[in-house]
């Protein structure tokens, strides 16, 4: 059985870590956003785009539903992705 004071230790190096993670938030979401499929894409202007509603994310290019064209919106690539990689 353990110690107290090691369980002390170990609670303190979780609160430390927990601390640091909290501290670099930023980056955090930022490689959340890189390695999901689910995340937030700007809207191209149309002038730019060849379609009416077309997405810039980390994933690059999406075309959306045209009836729900906001600036900002959050996309789901998986099925995409499945679909483009079918194709080769």
Same mark, same amino acid.
């Given at each position: 059985?353990?110690?107290?004071?090691? %369980?002390? $230790? %170990?609670?303190? /190096?979780?609160? &430390?870590?927990?601390? #640091? @993670?909290?501290?670099?938030?930023?980056? @955090?979401?930022? $490689?959340?956003?890189?390695?999901?499929?689910?995340?937030?894409? +700007?809207?191209?202007? =149309?002038?730019?785009?060849?379609?009416?509603?077309? %997405?810039?994310?980390? &994933?690059?290019?999406?075309? #959306? #539903?045209? /009836?729900?064209?906001?600036?900002?919106?959050? +996309?789901?690539? &998986?099925? &995409?992705?499945?679909?483009?990689?079918? =194709?080769?």
């Amino acid at each position: 059985m353990m110690s107290a004071s090691a %369980y002390y $230790l %170990y609670g303190a /190096k979780l609160c &430390r870590f927990t601390a #640091n @993670v909290i501290d670099h938030w930023p980056a @955090v979401l930022l $490689l959340v956003c890189i390695l999901s499929p689910i995340s937030p894409h +700007i809207r191209i202007p =149309q002038g730019i785009s060849h379609r009416p509603c077309e %997405y810039i994310g980390t &994933r690059g290019i999406v075309s #959306n #539903n045209p /009836k729900t064209c906001g600036f900002i919106e959050i +996309i789901d690539t &998986r099925e &995409r992705a499945r679909r483009w990689s079918l =194709q080769w």
